[in-house]
């Protein structure tokens, strides 16, 4: 029998519901429990891929093409399943979908309404294709009081009447702030959480208190009584060191025993943490540390870059040192040298972007890591202007640049028209949408024998995750590889280049696609430790 799980969230956003969910489902999970995550969006866009990075942060991509919430990786990271494109959806995807059916006349002449229509799909998304899973575990984006979430909350209330007894529980995540005037943690912002969710029908079962410091009993008693809770269903969610300990935190607050009583399960089994409290360790104890630079343009967000964050992390995790790292907006060295900032770093990370606002910028970066012989690693557009920048310097093409920033006579990066999925060809147009019609999921490639990448992937043949509407130019590989950057990464038909590397150099890789969105934890991409470990070597020599 399948068991649902639903996380909500009060008092302010960005409280890490994404987190909560992704560390109970590494929980039930260490027991023995299958867990699948999903993640419902009240935003109108059709999924986040049109949105700016600095608005929602990162679009995280899963293997079968879909742009989704950055929770996604949250999930992934923590319980090593692959998500899929079932496993988000937005209001906007929703409405398009009935929108589309009422246009076709699916409905039979009905007056479509949010109750039942919306309510309807909503619930249908969250029941398709749960049948060999224990436990489905459901976030509800946004905030309780959020106008665009009451149909999802209507739908999961919903479900809390029609499931059989006893399959449906609500864990609602809230903050406890601490007013240092009055000494004490406020629990008044959550009773008003509670009571909200209260008046659109949804009582919580548990409740999942962030704070930076214990709670004392009485502020345990009190909100058990006004949130009508048991007093042990009030699960103190302190703020750790690492996003990697919150399993052991919430471990040791009973979170996952409070959980199976509601389903009236048995608790005694030890769930086996042994892993986590291993990867935990290295982080807190490192055996030397490294600096590296992130030279991007949505700097102002690091969420923006929450993948890359966790894969340079993981990096760490499998060399045994602490990561540091150093943001630095691209434009700052299209007015500056870049030497002062990047002097004595141990490596230089261009990660993705989009349009031509600090491009110039990372081309700098990339020309500084080549020549100084320092650690280069270029993702998607990261790659994209070092080939820019190898063909301005190296190969004698001085107007070289990329077509996605207008017209020029030299596009050794241009627009992807067509490319093959699987046995399918896909196209695109210029003037076309922009919403889901890059390069998107899971591609192969095929990388040459002998090459650096090869080396570090230990065979030749791979597949990562894509999104990218532009790409390197294959009419300049010759003179490209003639100046001594090797194309050493083809998609298997030799039509689009996947990979670079500068030959003779420490190690300076671009890859097309974004190894970022596949590292996990206990199994650290070899790309991001690889670049590690040379930073590691760099950092012997400054």
Same mark, same amino acid.
């Given at each position: 029998?399948? =068991?649902?799980?639903?996380?909500?969230?009060?008092?302010?956003?960005?409280?890490?519901?994404? *987190?909560?969910?992704?560390?109970?489902?590494?929980?039930?999970?260490?027991?023995?429990?299958?867990?699948?995550?999903?993640?419902?969006?009240?935003?109108?866009?059709?999924?986040?891929?049109?949105?700016? @990075?600095?608005?929602?942060?990162?679009?995280?991509?899963?293997?079968? %093409?879909?742009?989704? $919430?950055?929770? *996604?990786?949250?999930?992934?990271?923590?319980?090593?399943? @692959?998500?899929?494109?079932?496993?988000?959806?937005?209001?906007? =995807?929703?409405?398009?979908?009935?929108?589309?059916?009422?246009?076709?006349?699916?409905?039979?002449?009905?007056?479509?309404?949010?109750?039942?229509?919306?309510?309807?799909?909503?619930?249908?998304?969250?029941?398709?294709?749960?049948?060999?899973? $224990?436990?489905?575990?459901?976030?509800?984006?946004?905030?309780?009081?959020?106008? /665009?979430?009451?149909?999802?909350?209507?739908?999961?209330?919903?479900?809390?009447?029609?499931?059989?007894?006893?399959?449906?529980?609500?864990?609602? *995540?809230?903050?406890?702030?601490?007013?240092?005037?009055?000494?004490?943690?406020?629990?008044?912002?959550?009773?008003?959480?509670?009571?909200?969710?209260?008046?659109?029908?949804?009582?919580?079962?548990?409740?999942?208190?962030?704070?930076?410091?214990?709670?004392?009993?009485?502020?345990?008693?009190?909100?058990?009584?006004?949130?009508?809770?048991?007093?042990?269903?009030?699960?103190?969610?302190?703020?750790?060191?690492?996003?990697?300990?919150?399993?052991?935190? !919430?471990?040791?607050?009973?979170?996952?025993?409070?959980?199976?009583?509601?389903?009236?399960?048995?608790?005694?089994?030890?769930?086996?943490?042994?892993?986590?409290?291993?990867?935990?360790?290295?982080?807190?104890?490192?055996?030397?540390?490294?600096?590296?630079?992130?030279?991007?343009?949505?700097?102002? *967000?690091?969420?923006? !870059?929450?993948?890359?964050?966790?894969?340079?992390?993981?990096?760490?995790?499998?060399?045994?040192?602490?990561?540091?790292?150093?943001?630095?907006?691209?434009?700052?060295?299209?007015?500056?040298?870049?030497?002062?900032?990047?002097?004595?770093?141990? %490596?230089?990370?261009?990660?993705?972007?989009?349009?031509?606002?600090?491009?110039?910028?990372?081309? =700098?970066?990339?020309?500084?890591?080549?020549?100084?012989?320092?650690?280069?690693?270029?993702?998607?557009?990261?790659?994209?202007?070092?080939?820019?920048?190898?063909?301005?310097?190296?190969? &004698?093409?001085?107007?070289?640049?990329?077509?996605?920033?207008?017209?020029?006579?030299?596009?050794?990066?241009?627009?992807?028209?067509?490319?093959?999925?699987?046995?399918?060809?896909?196209?695109?147009?210029?003037?076309?949408?922009?919403?889901?019609?890059?390069?998107?999921?899971?591609?192969?490639?095929?990388?040459?024998?002998?090459?650096?990448?090869? /080396?570090?992937?230990? %065979?030749? =043949?791979?597949?990562?995750?894509?999104?990218?509407?532009?790409?390197?130019?294959?009419?300049?590989?010759?003179?490209?590889?003639?100046?001594?950057?090797?194309?050493? &990464?083809?998609?298997?038909?030799?039509?689009? @280049? /996947?990979?670079?590397?500068?030959?003779?150099?420490?190690?300076?890789?671009?890859?097309?696609?974004?190894?970022?969105?596949?590292?996990?934890?206990?199994?650290?991409?070899?790309?991001?430790?690889?670049?590690?470990?040379?930073?590691?070597?760099?950092?012997?020599?400054?």
């Amino acid at each position: 029998m399948t =068991r649902y799980v639903f996380i909500t969230g009060g008092v302010v956003s960005s409280l890490g519901k994404g *987190l909560a969910s992704a560390a109970l489902a590494a929980l039930l999970q260490a027991r023995g429990y299958k867990v699948r995550l999903r993640k419902l969006d009240p935003y109108l866009n059709v999924d986040p891929g049109t949105m700016s @990075p600095t608005q929602h942060g990162e679009v995280f991509v899963t293997d079968d %093409g879909a742009e989704t $919430d950055l929770d *996604l990786g949250h999930y992934e990271r923590f319980t090593g399943v @692959p998500a899929t494109r079932a496993d988000n959806i937005t209001t906007g =995807r929703i409405y398009l979908d009935i929108i589309t059916k009422e246009r076709r006349g699916d409905y039979l002449g009905a007056t479509i309404q949010v109750i039942p229509h919306v309510t309807n799909a909503i619930k249908e998304f969250v029941l398709d294709g749960n049948d060999a899973y $224990d436990f489905v575990l459901v976030e509800i984006g946004g905030t309780v009081g959020d106008i /665009e979430g009451l149909p999802f909350f209507e739908a999961i209330r919903q479900l809390g009447q029609e499931l059989p007894r006893g399959t449906c529980a609500y864990v609602h *995540l809230t903050l406890l702030p601490y007013i240092p005037s009055a000494g004490e943690l406020k629990t008044k912002p959550t009773q008003h959480s509670v009571a909200e969710l209260r008046s659109i029908g949804i009582q919580p079962d548990i409740l999942l208190c962030r704070c930076d410091r214990p709670i004392p009993r009485e502020e345990r008693r009190k909100l058990a009584q006004f949130c009508n809770v048991r007093e042990s269903a009030v699960i103190e969610a302190r703020d750790v060191s690492t996003i990697y300990e919150v399993p052991l935190s !919430y471990r040791e607050e009973g979170l996952d025993r409070e959980v199976l009583a509601h389903f009236g399960l048995d608790g005694g089994t030890e769930p086996k943490l042994d892993r986590w409290r291993q990867i935990t360790h290295r982080i807190k104890n490192p055996e030397g540390e490294v600096a590296i630079a992130i030279v991007g343009k949505y700097t102002g *967000l690091k969420d923006a !870059y929450k993948s890359l964050i966790e894969a340079l992390s993981h990096g760490g995790i499998a060399n045994r040192v602490r990561v540091n790292l150093e943001w630095i907006e691209s434009e700052v060295f299209e007015r500056e040298d870049p030497a002062p900032f990047l002097e004595g770093l141990h %490596g230089i990370l261009v990660p993705g972007g989009f349009g031509q606002r600090g491009a110039e910028g990372k081309i =700098r970066a990339a020309r500084y890591a080549r020549e100084r012989k320092i650690p280069y690693f270029g993702i998607c557009f990261g790659m994209q202007m070092a080939v820019v920048e190898a063909a301005r310097s190296l190969a &004698g093409i001085p107007e070289a640049n990329s077509s996605e920033f207008g017209p020029t006579p030299e596009p050794v990066v241009g627009l992807l028209t067509e490319w093959m999925k699987g046995n399918e060809l896909e196209r695109r147009m210029a003037e076309g949408d922009l919403g889901g019609t890059m390069r998107l999921g899971s591609y192969a490639a095929s990388l040459a024998p002998g090459s650096k990448i090869a /080396e570090i992937y230990g %065979g030749t =043949r791979i597949a990562e995750r894509h999104r990218h509407r532009y790409e390197v130019n294959m009419a300049y590989r010759e003179r490209l590889e003639a100046k001594g950057m090797r194309f050493a &990464g083809l998609s298997p038909d030799g039509l689009l @280049p /996947e990979t670079v590397e500068v030959v003779g150099h420490p190690w300076f890789v671009g890859v097309q696609f974004h190894p970022e969105l596949k590292s996990r934890p206990f199994e650290p991409h070899p790309l991001f430790s690889s670049f590690i470990a040379a930073a590691i070597e760099q950092s012997r020599l400054v």
